[in-house]
């Protein structure tokens, strides 16, 4: 989004967190197995935005993979 994020302060970081995503590098090391690639990327809606209903997570999880051109039915 083009900040720097050590310079801004602690109550604007708290809302920019939610818009913050860690991508780790090494998948076999950081993604659990036992969980499916829908799992995966509905645990952090599930995190930050608890008022999403579980069709709304659906959603938004399709949208996802599609942007990174994935088929929805990788989930």
């Given at each position: 989004m083009g900040k720097q994020i050590n310079a801004i302060k602690h109550s604007n970081l708290q809302a920019l967190r939610t818009k913050l995503q860690?991508?780790?590098?090494?998948?076999?090391?950081?993604?659990s197995?036992?969980?499916?690639?829908?799992?995966i990327i509905a645990e952090g809606l599930d995190v930050h935005r608890p008022q999403l209903s579980d069709q709304e997570i659906d959603n938004q999880v399709e949208e996802t993979l599609i942007k990174v051109g994935l088929n929805k039915d990788t989930a």
């Open positions: 860690i991508v780790f590098r090494d998948p076999f090391a950081s993604l197995l036992r969980l499916s690639i829908h799992d």
